[in-house]
T-cell receptor, first 112, second 116 residues
Framework: SQKIEQNSEALNIQEGKTATLTCNYT??????LQWYRQDPGRGPVFLLL?????KEKRKERLKVTFDTTLKQSLFHITASQPADSATYLC???????????FGKGTHLIIQP | NAGVTQTPKFQVLKTGQSMTLQCAQD?????MSWYRQDPGMGLRLIHY???????DQGEVPNGYNVSRSTTEDFPLRLLSAAPSQTSVYFC???????????????FGPGTRLTVL
């Protein structure tokens, strides 16, 4: 089965710096890789999707890269703000009907 | 649009009791699913549906039943609650599922269930 690893420890970043979160996976390569944000007591919210044939995707201050050789995706938040503090989830879409496989998430803390 | 709604927000059950967690979406999405989220673990898929009348099991289906009589609704039934089912339950929907960019999931706010 697919195994997904995200930084298990909380990531503390100073405001204004770039936060980089890692998502590593084993076994097969997904058709798509998605990133979600989850705030305490709320459901995950979709942020970005990247296809297996794409190297990089950007949306405002967010950037996602996808390296199928390394089996890794990196999620970057530039010019980070305290409001970016949340848990970020990586999810793999294998292309089947049985849904996404989620990582455990990385808790990001942006310190003012 | 209300998006994905879930009721109740909180629920406490005694071991052996049954209950239904409600989920509805108003986006005309074909694909709906139920996840549970436990501390230190990722979201795990319980059951999913690719359309009205069609359901299938996910990773952790034991102890749960689902049905999909309409496109909008996808209730999750706990048949005989056990303490191991204490968790946060999320319902999600998407336009499709099967390797398309429209597979992005819209999640509900969750139901926090405690089984004593």
């Amino acid at each position: 089965s697919q195994k997904i690893e995200q930084n298990s420890e909380a990531l503390n970043i100073q405001e204004g710096k770039t936060a980089t979160l890692t998502c590593n996976y084993t076994n097969y390569s997904p058709a798509y890789l998605q990133w979600y944000r989850q705030d305490p007591g709320r459901g995950p919210v979709f942020l970005l999707l990247i296809r297996e044939n794409e190297k990089e995707k950007r949306k405002e201050r967010l950037k996602v890269t996808f390296d199928t050789t390394l089996k890794q995706s990196l999620f970057h938040i530039t010019a980070s703000q305290p409001a970016d503090s949340a848990t970020y989830l990586c999810a793999l879409d294998r292309g089947g009907a049985d849904g996404l496989t989620f990582g455990k998430g990385t808790h990001l803390i942006i310190q003012p | 649009n209300a998006g994905v709604t879930q009721t109740p927000k909180f629920q406490v059950l005694k071991t052996g009791q049954s209950m239904t967690l409600q989920c509805a979406q108003d986006m005309n999405h074909e694909y709906m699913s139920w996840y549970r989220q436990d501390p230190g673990m990722g979201l795990r898929l319980i059951h999913y549906s690719v359309g009205a009348g069609i359901t299938d099991q996910g990773e952790v289906p034991n102890g749960y039943n689902v049905s999909r009589s309409t496109t909008e609704d996808f209730p999750l039934r706990l048949l005989s609650a056990a303490p191991s089912q204490t968790s946060v339950y999320f319902c999600a929907s998407s336009y499709s599922m099967g390797g398309a960019s429209t597979d992005t999931q819209y999640f509900g706010p969750g139901t926090r269930l405690t089984v004593l």
